[in-house]
Structure formats: C-alpha cells, structure tokens
C-alpha cells in the first residue's frame, strides 16, 4: 500500500483552487483519492494493531470550518487523521497528516483536560528525569526532536518560575511530529517508515500512560 503521485499532485492543485467551483468539477477525482487514503490509514491502523491496542481510527473531512476563521477557504489541502488508542490505561493518540511539502507523522497529548494537565506537570515537578531520558534518546531525537505545543510565557498558577523542569511545566500540549519530504511519502516503504515512526513514540506514550494512571505516590487511578 503507498501514496500516489496522483494524490499529492491533486492536493497541490487543490490548493491552487481552493473554491467550491473547481472542487465541484473535479469531485469524482476527490472521491478516487479520498478512498485511496482512506486505505492507507486503514492499513497503518493494521500495522499498529500488531505492536498496540487501538479503539478507532478517523479520517478527517476536507471541508473546513470556516464560522469563525478568517481564512473563508472551503476546504483543507491534505488527507489527515488519528488513531485512539484502547482502553483507560493506553493514552496518547497517532496522528498522521498528508499534504505536499507537509506531511508529518507523529502523536501525543493536544488537548489534555485540566486533570491531566495538571497530574503532567505535577510529575515534572516532582521528576523530571524519565520523561528527559526518553526526549533525550538519539532515536527519538532524531526522528522528532523534541515536544512540541502550545506553552504558558512564564510558569503555571502555583508553579515556581525558577523550577529547573519550568520548560516542561509551562507546556500546555505534548507532542511530537516527524516530518517526510514528498519524495519520501510516494515510495514503497513509506508506510514502513509510518510504523517505525510510532513505534519510536511508544516508551513516550507507555511513560505518559502510566504517569496519567496514577497518583504521585504510584497508586494506580483506574
């Protein structure tokens, strides 16, 4: 199973007509891709399946809403989705996004509720030297680099500014993306390389799991 030039190709026109028009006409050409990745993402939840335990997967519609953006484009220029993993004791979602010149591969935490954020940063507080072992590890840095997301400018209520763990605390989002060059994304082994990609986030994901499953004395929540 692989990505077409077809489907990249389709997208960047996509994003050179990006109106209801142009997409109207070309719509049976949509549907040809749309289901061409919907069987990509279908195969990449197969593969996950091997190595994990995965409730669903989505793929994301094309049309954006536009209520209250100013951008008034109808519609978004890339196939991309999740995979949710099973269960309370697995946290963490897959994430992959295709799209010409950016498509990335990756997961993590985007929207932690205000529990789980707070249960986060209080284990930073209190340890912060698992979580900087795994970002610190050279295949994980150099497949992602290090967390990404959005971040608070100083320190969180009731957190000390001068915390030596101060720019892991201040994050309010905790991800991390790989990105593919679209030559990359066209080969054969590309969904290989996927894989590879959450198989390198996993120790991120078991860590975070078992920080969000219990309490700071280690007994379990769940």
Not at 13 to 34: A, C, M, Q, S, V
Not at 149 to 160: H, L, N, Q
Not at 194 to 202: H, I
Request: proline residues 3%; positive net charge; contains cysteine.
């Amino acid at each position: 199973m692989k990505i077409s030039k077809n489907l990249l190709h389709f997208l960047s026109e996509l994003k050179e007509n990006n109106n209801r028009d142009w997409f109207n006409e070309h719509k049976p050409t949509f549907k040809e891709h749309e289901a061409e990745a919907k069987a990509f993402f279908k195969t990449v939840k197969a593969d996950l399946e091997k190595t994990d335990f995965i409730e669903s997967h989505k793929v994301y519609r094309i049309y954006r809403d536009v209520r209250f953006s100013k951008d008034k484009t109808p519609f978004k220029c890339r196939f991309a989705g999740g995979f949710k993993r099973a269960t309370a004791a697995l946290r963490g979602g897959y994430y992959l996004n295709i799209e010409p010149g950016n498509t990335m591969v990756g997961g993590g935490f985007f929207s932690p509720n205000s529990a789980d954020l707070m249960r986060i940063r209080k284990e930073f507080e209190t340890n912060d030297s698992e979580i900087r072992a795994i970002l610190k590890n050279k295949k994980f840095k150099a497949a992602f680099g290090g967390l990404s997301g959005e971040e608070v400018k100083t320190a969180p209520r009731g957190f000390d500014k001068e915390h030596e763990a101060i720019d892991l605390i201040r994050k309010k989002q905790f991800y991390v993306m790989r990105s593919f060059s679209d030559k990359e994304v066209v080969k054969a082994d590309f969904i290989k390389k996927v894989n590879e990609t959450y198989l390198t986030l996993r120790p991120y994901f078991d860590y975070m799991s078992d920080v969000l499953t219990t309490d700071l004395n280690g007994v379990s929540t769940i």
